[in-house]
């Protein structure tokens, strides 16, 4: 049961939190085969719990033929045999609850994999019992050989896949092989949320949900309206002129949600959470979490961070329009890598990549809100830039045939999101073949980036000015600072600093104390001195080992330097 009590109030463990994500292909391979497996990331949790993170989330390991590396499920009660046993499973759980940490699942709920056996026998027959489970319609009229309406899937062109043997068209939101299911029809939401049951009775504490956002389309089937937007942003799916208004977001999705957060909620010692990943207006977002009040999904991921220019101004805008739209008792979330987007440090130029990578990082772990680290960002991993043609990504089998010059502007303008490959390669431990991923001398699943004996867990560690170590100090001191984990916060004056310092404050009551600290980061690329307004504040951290910023009143920040100070 939760302990804690701030202002008087009891703060779930999730709210506090900071989560890792694990994409388990590429984490620790324990049998030699070149691809991560359960019994490796086992072997690794000391690192992880040393690290200072407290929730550990896995990219989908259930039953799957890895045509879209596992979220492509064929079984949802079943743990892929290249990942290990239902045993193994149990063996994780119980290694992380040991550690006093939580395990998130990753849930897909929009669509299974065109291999499950609910596939299979809906595509048999158009009265077979489970033909309602997906969605199928008749191709348009007078011949029904063109697609039923004009929706688009998020990858490739008509989201509609044509079945001869039944003649008629079934939709996949994402690829052709990942069918979606049809939650209209009652016996599949009561399947899905059984399932989701068994695995909160197996202990899984919570649940990041693959796009939420897509799993109810319009029942009527509208065609999407025109939209003048060519490319698909942080704010609307909508792209190459076609909007996404019946197939994204839908009104009864954020109903959904609520259904879902009823299953959980079920679940009270310890209470479990949901974090969506859904994309639209802060709006949308906002409306998934709860429009009135907070009783839908816990939590949404906020992608605006992830292309986020790294300045004060942007980040000052960002806090503001994240704390407008999640105020307490909502609560935002700070994200700048995943699966499926360039890594972060790879957006920075090289020279002075490693000190924008601390002040990032200071930013992420002190600002109001649920951070999420993406397994090797600790470590400065790169994105490793592999060719279009060798990627073995499903998204970007289109692109393949496009001319190199296409294809090079489409890298550029996607941010390597039409090829995800550079961001999954293997965790690099240490400098010997293969980083230390798999056991033998092997060819591991990706390449392992050639930079790997020069960044490697082995090195950060040695090196006491490492990133590594930057991480590991924020995340133990935000751990037991209820300021840093559970206050509120306060910007400062951007008039009143340097422009390129961002300051706020966090303060919290904590068992009738209060607690507040201050946090200043120096975006800038020069050294930086101003007056803090009171001489009696003393440095509690920096990203800096070495720099003594504090002199009385006045402070001097090095160039990407972020400090927190205590009253
Ligand atoms: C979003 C996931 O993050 C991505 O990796 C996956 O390919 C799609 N959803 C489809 O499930």
New binding site residues.
Partial sequence: MEKNKLNGKKIPWWKKTTIYQIYPRSFKDSTGNGIGDLKGIISKLDYIQDLGVETIWFSPFYSSPQG?FG?DISDYLNIAPEYGTMNDFDDLVKNIHNRKMKIVMDL?LNHTSAQHKWFIESKKSRDNPKRNWYVWKDGKKPFGKAPPNNWKSYVTGSGWHYDSHTDQWYWAS?LPF?PDLNYRNPDVKENMMEMIRFWLRKGVDGFRL??LGAVYEDPKFRDNPLSWKLIPSDESMDMLFRSSKYTTNYPDNYEFAKDLREVIDEFTDPPRFLLG?VSGSREELRNFCGKDSPDGLNLVFLFESMGAQLTAKNFRKLIKDFEKYFPDPYIPTWVFSN??IIRRISRFKEQGAIEKAKINTAFQLTVRGVPTIYYGEEIAMRQNFLPLEKSLDAVSFKFKKFPRIIRNLLLKITNYAIHRDGCRTPMQWNRTETAGFSPSRTDTWLPVHPNYKLVNVENSIEDKDSLFYCYQRFLKLRQKTPALNSGNITLLDAKKIPKNILGYTRSAIFNGNEQTVHVYLNFGNKLVSFQIPEPNFHLIISTSISSQPLNGQNITLQPFEGIILGD
Avoid: L, P
Wanted: avoid cysteine.
């Fill in positions: 879209d979220y897909v994402f990942q693959d796009i990943e699966h499926d």
